[in-house]
């Protein structure tokens, strides 16, 4: 049967901001879906909240609605559009449970909007585990066993019955409070009676533990005439009790045999069945006993997932796309293979390479937080590495991680780190791990020992062994020879030592290494990604590096010449790697606007990236795209086959341009801005002569390199000072400081942070008001895409800060100054391409904070506020277009009819006991955008994408520092009047009555005072509706930190800066006055176009 | 290890090493996608004659153990592999794959850019080949090719047929309901133990097996197995099973299937590269499902050559359209192309045993 003809509008629910679990790959799958189903002339409505995504671009659906993603909105949206049907299961946990709520409230009976792919009861039993359960045993499956307890009594019997160790999890607690794995009675009790106390229902759940058992996942596809594939096996290499997300994993799955394989198979397609999943992937998770091969079921996820999109990457079948399609009525046969072009999408691909995926962390960002993993996942990126051999592709992935390391490196010696640390780091899972258990294998450790302390199945350590062996030979071999032969050398790159790994190994530079082996031939080829092990031939060009005899991108970029009369030219785009705190999806979005501007301008373009959530990542993005760690080895061996016309480093964030001097001094054709002014932004002293040179201001500040040198400059220019190492991203271990004894110990730190270069330090301005400008310069004109104010003061790094566009507060004047300086700046750096600057501005006076002359994180935010695609034109200024080409509208930005707000996401929820206060270290991990025509309506709008919905009655919490309690006064009395009831703190309370608002003093603890209420009681009955908590200074910061946590905990918002009240007052305001309206991007365009054409 | 050579016909040569006993030896060199199932490939008897490339890198992973075998022996000629594995991990193992290898005295090479070969194939067609680790000298190595026997024409059954009857052991299956007689042309062991599992007694017969000897044990249905070479060299086989038409139930798979083509009255003719895997879309097209088979056939049935009003098509492959199941419109035969057993691969045709047992069953109902 081809496609439904009963549909026509369908809406396309996005996954939100990114956050922990939950990441790009969601924009990956959306967009694939905008794609395939608009191709087949389906109208297209999209709800998303993040403006940093492909797929929230206005080409990419008919109507696009950046809204908050709440059964409210929701309803309005399919009130106006009115769509026939309502896709859910590209759009991760987000998109399934609003979906789930709309059927549940009745929302989509009442319009009679159908659900695509999995249905209600489907999503249901696939969910809630207890049915999962339940459906599981009945169709023969084998799950952990488990039984639920209300009294200690019965979590012993059960615990009895089923043998330890287990895990006792309590029903209906946030997170998994309360829920803990005992290995004893005594454990049992203790763990049982304190979580059937914190359960609201008094139940938990106890269940056997399968922690050290290998765990599986198979990704699944099925059609509507019930034929179902199996895309793709995943092994962990980290056993079950650690996130797969937090897990180091391998496609396909390598320790099975076929017959454990196909029962494994078969199992998968029964459950698909038996959930009913009608259309569209699954992803279904399984342990394996290693002793005995029993195999369990653990769960299911009835849509596309993180697992499919790196299924997608490591096999080359675009599991989102298709499960568009089987969606809307095709059958898998009706599809084709895009990559064979002759054979259908109905079988299963089968791969002849390795695929390793590596997860990267943030602990640095959170040091309070401890650095070990369990099943709550904690990683903010991954990054997928393809081999021929799982030796290869796991040293390319850790390099990939871009962590520091430049493979199974030797960051320690292992003769300096205790044996007791070893085995403690091997036991309990960690970040680090997988060194560790090099380190291990150094000091002599057998696999049989390191397996008892990991449970990492012995394959994985025995291949780690053989690494490790072989460094040994090759230092012993160098050590003895101070040589190594070229068969060694050879052998060296197929087991997938990098250039700066074998470069420590013989005491040489890098790029010795790298002239070295191309003297002798050894150098890299490329193999396709083809789905089918070449057994077909593919037209995609998907390729990824290795060491072996044939080089496959040699062969397509030659044929690809033959074919053309006049051969285009090539531009390289180098991604950003995996994801981390200060540089995720924006700048996969910039890369991705890059490649489409500069193939619709006639270029070929080549996409070089390493992340598997990406859309950049997709083959069908770039004319070529090589799957490879972005170092300068990896990149040279792309540029030595493509010899690109140009190479773009700016959009990527700090990953490319950190290797943009090496590149260039490499001879490789750096194109925009020239790695000349790169420099010239970083370097301090120079930059600062040009501030002064065109009379612009900028905070005192100097560079330290010493501690002397340090505290020297702090007392010339005064505290306090904001301190930072240079070259890092995102404002890494970056400080605002108030005295000598914290400048000393933060200089202790910085130098590990970032050895070899000079402490920034610069007179830190406060109260002043943050601005951001993104622009772009042809190299003489320079045109302003947006100038976003910033609701924290300066100080809170700007990743973190809400920000509105256009600016509420700064008037006309001072933005034409601003504009003014932008284009000077930019002139005076000779920026070709985006650049972003950082603004102060205290009274009338604007100090210049920082130049990055690169896209920033704000770009797709502009480019969505204001309709004008920055990245795309700028990548054709960087070719050489010049700005006048593009007839810009002149002042746009600030005229614009509507606001926008844009809000970050932080992920404190994870990291217990990490305080939440913002700081210049930025640590969110995502954003939401809210566009209204009013600030007050767009704040509220963002801060409900934010999952922080600012509140409409009840009481609010109001704490603050003497500074601003004078302000407060104005604050409380406008709630006040809005009829909100206020508790506050004795001093705050004070002021308050005094100023005649009324306030209860309340405890902050229940200090046995019963005539005063306390706050956390009233936070745990959920009576408190808001937060404003703006803490002093550093020393008396931690005050109130167990409060802040206890908001996170019970999901109360909480805002930390008197801007942010400010804000928060206006958006409550505007929710109170009148219903909240919604418009899409195309409707706020065409309303900015007439406006614009009117005058 | 020993460097060593893989030569093809062509006169492309690929470098590897040896990790197993030196020496030299000559096949058709196909190349099998599957992923795992490396043991049962081995011991597949439709190997025989034949080199084969494994696609996947990493081989020997799980190790091999005393149940995943198809016979009794390793049939194929040669092993060609990017990677062996040094140190296997699965529960079950007995044994390494390479140890295995060399207790067998299998000629099996290592580091060879087995996609580069792949493609080689693909392109140019399967060809014959030679793995040597003593002689590295291409002219020689062109002079040996010659006296390489061709896979067309060839009859490989008589090599890897049993030489005498006999009954599979029930290992404490069911009951038989039924007495299938199977021509060994170089029968899996999946296929005797699934036929077991079902409730049948399986006679085991020699391919040159007359049919008063067949009849003699008075089977329900006959089955024809798979196995090696040229379908059009085993006439014995052939003009045998045109006697049990109308006769009983007959079910074919791979070169069983080609024989009753053949029997039809149809031809066969070579594929490129052939198809051996374990990812092939079938469709089914009596129920127009899709089903992913495992393959593992150099020949196919040609569709032009059967006579539409009593032979019709019931399997096709979705890859490139060639015939991949038939069955007789008046009697109860049919065979696939396909590999139901699968052994290795999915389990996804297995439901076409029950049609044979089906038949049987019905035959006897209607005896009775």
């Known amino acids: 049967m081809p496609k439904r003809t009963d549909i026509k509008k369908i809406l396309l629910l996005g996954s939100g901001p990114i956050i922990i679990g939950q990441a790009c790959e969601f924009d990956y799958s959306g967009t694939q879906a905008c794609k395939a189903l608009r191709e087949d002339g389906y109208e297209i409505v999209l709800a998303n909240s993040n403006p940093a995504t492909i797929m929230t671009d206005p080409e990419f659906a008919d109507q696009t609605y950046i809204e908050p993603l709440t059964p409210e909105f929701i309803e309005m949206i399919i009130e106006k559009e009115r769509p026939d049907a309502i896709l ?29 792919g999995a249905d209600y009861n489907v999503i249901k039993k696939a969910e809630d585990r207890e049915l999962f359960k339940k459906s599981m045993i009945k169709i023969g499956m084998d799950v952990p066993e488990s039984a639920f307890a209300h009294t200690v009594e019965e979590a012993r019997a059960a615990a009895e019955k089923i043998g330890f160790p287990v895990i006792i999890r309590p029903s209906f607690t946030l997170g998994g409070t309360g829920g803990g794995i005992a290995n004893t009675m005594e454990e049992l009790e203790r763990t049982a009676s304190l979580g059937i106390e914190l359960s609201i229902i008094n139940e938990v759940l106890v269940e056997k533990s399968i922690a050290g058992w290998k765990e599986y996942e198979l990704e699944v596809m099925r059609d509507h005439k019930d034929n179902v594939v199996i895309v793709c096996s995943i092994e962990n290499l980290d056993p079950m009790g650690i996130h797969t997300g937090d897990s180091i994993t391998v ?28 259309t569209g992937g699954s992803n279904i998770q399984f342990a394996v006993e290693p002793k005995t091969g029993r195999m369990v079921v653990i769960e299911m996820n009835p849509r596309v997932s993180r697992s499919s999109a790196l299924a997608s990457k490591a096999t080359g079948f675009p599991i989102a796309k298709f499960a568009a399609k089987l969606a809307v009525g095709y059958s898998l046969d009706e599809i084709q293979n895009d990559i064979t072009k002759e054979t259908p999408a109905s079988f299963e691909p089968t791969i002849d390479y390795c695929v390793v995926k590596a997860p990267r962390f943030t602990f640095e960002k959170f040091p309070e937080a401890k650095d070990i993993l369990g099943v709550q996942m904690k990683s903010v990126g991954e990054t997928m590495a393809i081999g021929r051999t799982f030796k290869e592709a796991l040293q390319k992935a850790l390099r990939g991680l871009e962590i520091g390391h430049t493979g199974l490196d030797n960051k320690l010696d292992h003769h300096d780190i205790p044996d007791d640390r070893v085995r403690r780091k091997l036991e309990e899972p960690n970040a680090s791990r997988i060194f560790y258990v090099k380190y291990a294998l150094q000091k002599g450790w057998s696999i049989e020992k390191i397996y008892q302390l990991t449970n990492i199945d012995p394959w994985f350590l025995a291949h780690i062994e053989e690494i490790v062996k072989f460094e040994e030979q090759l230092m012993e071999t160098f050590r003895r020879d101070r040589t190594i032969p070229d068969g060694m050398l050879r052998k060296a790159k197929e087991y997938g030592f990098s250039d700066a790994q074998l470069a420590a190994i013989m005491f040489i530079k890098e790029t010795d290494v790298r002239k070295l082996r191309k003297e002798k031939g050894i150098t890299a080829c490329f193999k396709l990604v083809d789905t089918c092990a070449a057994e077909f031939e593919a037209y995609t060009p998907y390729f990824y590096s290795t060491y072996d005899q044939e080089d496959e991108a040699v062969l397509q970029i030659r044929k690809t010449a033959q074919k053309v009369k006049r051969p285009k030219k090539k531009i390289m785009i180098l991604g950003g790697g995996p994801n981390r705190i200060g540089q995720g999806i924006e700048f996969d979005y910039c890369c991705v606007h890059a490649s489409f501007a500069l193939k619709e301008s006639g270029y070929e373009t080549i996409m070089v990236n390493s992340n598997p959530e990406t859309v950049s990542t997709d083959y069908d993005i770039s004319d070529r795209l090589y799957f490879e760690p972005l170092t300068f080895e990896d990149v040279m061996n792309i540029v030595d086959v493509e010899k690109p016309d140009g190479v773009i480093v700016q ?39 040009i501030i002064k040179g065109l009379g612009l201001a900028q905070p005192p500040n100097g560079s ?45 730190e910085a130098k590990e942070v970032s050895e070899g270069h000079p402490v920034l330090i610069d007179k830190f301005i406060e109260d002043a008001m943050e601005i951001d400008v993104d622009a772009i310069c042809d190299g003489q004109q320079t045109y302003v895409g947006g100038i976003m104010e910033h609701i924290e003061n300066a100080g809170i790094h700007s990743g973190d800060s809400a920000c509105v566009l256009p600016p509420t507060t700064v008037n006309e004047s001072i933005i034409n100054q601003i504009r003014e300086d932008t284009g000077r700046l930019a002139k005076a750096l000779e920026v070709v391409g985006l650049l972003n600057i950082q603004l102060a501005l205290k009274g009338r006076k604007i100090y210049v904070l920082e130049v990055n002359p690169r896209a920033s994180r704000t770009v797709p935010f502009v480019s969505k506020a204001t309709g004008i695609p920055l990245a795309k034109i700028a990548a054709q200024v960087m070719i050489g277009n010049n700005l006048a080409s593009f007839n810009l509208p002149e002042d746009f930005s600030a005229k614009l009819k509507h606001v926008s707000v844009k809000e970050s996401v932080l992920p404190f929820s994870r990291f217990s006991g990490v305080d939440i206060v913002l700081g210049p270290e930025m640590k969110s991990t ?59 703190t004795r001093g705050t309370a004070k002021v308050l009555k005094s100023n005649g608002v ?93 406006m614009l054409n009117a005058v | 290890m020993k460097d060593a050579i893989l030569y093809l016909e062509d006169g492309a040569s690929f470098k590897g090493h040896a990790l197993t006993v030196p020496g030299e030896s000559a096949g058709e060199v196909v190349f099998n996608t599957a992923m795992s199932g490396y043991q049962e490939i081995l011991t597949d008897p439709s190997y025989a004659g034949q080199i084969v490339v494994m696609t996947y890198p990493l081989i020997g992973n799980y190790g091999v153990n005393n149940e995943d075998v198809e016979s009794n022996k390793i049939h194929v000629k040669g092993f060609v592999v990017k990677e062996f594995c040094r140190h296997h991990s699965n529960y079950r193992a007995t044994q390494s794959l390479v140890d295995y290898l060399n207790e067998n005295k299998i000629l099996a090479i290592e580091g060879v850019d087995t996609r ?19 002689d590295f000298d291409l002219k020689s190595l062109a002079e040996k090719m010659k006296k390489v026997p061709s896979m067309e024409g060839a009859d490989l059954v008589k090599d890897v047929t049993t030489a005498q009857k006999y009954v599979w052991p029930r290992n404490g299956g069911p009951e038989p309901k039924f007495k299938v007689a199977a021509i060994d042309c170089g029968i899996k062991f999946n296929i005797l133990r699934i036929l077991t599992k079902m409730g049948c007694e399986v006679h085991v017969f020699p391919a040159k097996a007359t049919v008063q000897e067949i009849m003699a044990v008075k089977p329900d249905g006959l089955f024809l197995s798979n196995g090696p070479g040229d379908p059009a060299a085993v006439t014995y086989v052939i003009e045998t099973v045109k006697q049990f038409f109308g006769k009983m139930p007959i079910f074919g798979i791979c070169l069983g299937h080609q024989i009753l083509g053949l029997a039809f009255g149809g031809g066969t003719f070579k594929l490129k590269f052939g198809h051996h895997g374990a990812n092939h879309p079938i469709k089914d097209l009596l129920n127009e499902k899709i089903g992913i088979t495992s393959q593992n056939h150099g020949f196919c049935v040609s569709i032009k050559g059967l006579k539409p009003d009593e032979v019709e098509m019931i399997d096709i492959n979705l890859n490139d359209q060639t015939l ?12 696939v192309q396909h590999h139901p057993e699968a052994s290795p691969g999915p389990h996804d045709a297995q439901y076409l045993f029950k049609h044979f047992i089906d038949m049987m069953e019905k035959q006897q109902t209607a005896a009775s």
Request: glycine share 8%; proline share 3%; net charge positive.
């Open chain 1, 251 to 278: 496609a396909p799955q390598q320790t099975l045999t076929d017959k454990e394989y196909q029962n494994m198979r078969d199992a998968a397609i029964k459950i698909i069945r038996e959930i009913g999943v009608e």
């Open chain 1, 926 to 984: 995502g954003e939401v955008m809210g566009i209204a025509s009013t600030f007050g309506e767009a704040y509220a709008k963002s801060q409900m994408s934010a999952n922080q919905a600012l509140p409409r009655k009840g009481r609010i919490f109001l704490s603050v520092k003497d500074d601003d309690k004078r302000a407060i006064v104005f604050i409380a009395k406008r709630l006040r009047d809005m009829n909100f009831t206020l508790v506050s």
């Open chain 2, 324 to 335: 991949a199941g038939i069955r007789h419109k008046k009697f109860p035969i049919f065979s």
């Open chain 1, 651 to 689: 959009f990527g964030g700090q990953t490319p341009l950190n290797l943009a001097r090496r590149l260039h001094e490499a001879g490789v054709p750096i194109v925009g801005t020239s790695v000349e002014s790169i420099d010239l932004a970083e370097d301090r002293e120079k930059f600062s002569e």
């Open chain 2, 116 to 134: 580069a070969l792949t493609r080689h194939l693909r392109v140019k067609g399967v060809m014959r080949g030679i793995i040597s680790t003593q």
């Open chain 1, 704 to 748: 330290a390199r010493s501690t002397e040198e340090a505290v020297a400059i702090a007392q010339r220019i005064g505290y306090p000072v904001l301190a930072r190492p240079s070259y890092v991203l995102g404002g890494r271990a970056m400080r605002i400081i108030y005295d000598d004894k914290t400048l000393l110990s933060f200089i202790a």
């Open chain 1, 998 to 1090: 009324e306030a209860d003093a309340v405890d902050r603890y229940d200090q046995g005072r019963h005539h005063l209420l306390n706050l956390m009681t009233l936070m745990q009955k959920n009576e408190i509706a808001l937060i404003v908590n703006t803490p002093s200074g550093e020393s008396s910061q931690y005050d109130m930190r167990s409060i802040r946590a206890a908001a996170i905990l019970h999901n109360i918002p909480c805002i930390t800066t008197l801007q942010g009240a400010w804000a928060a007052v206006n958006g409550i305001e505007a929710t109170k006055s009148k219903a909240f309206t919604i418009q899409s991007l195309q409707g706020y365009y065409s309303i900015q176009r007439g």
């Open chain 1, 88 to 116: 859910s299961t590209l759009g991760g946990q987000t998109a399934l449970n609003l979906a789930m709520k709309l059927y549940e409230n009745g929302t989509l009976a009442k319009y009679k909007v159908k659900m695509l």
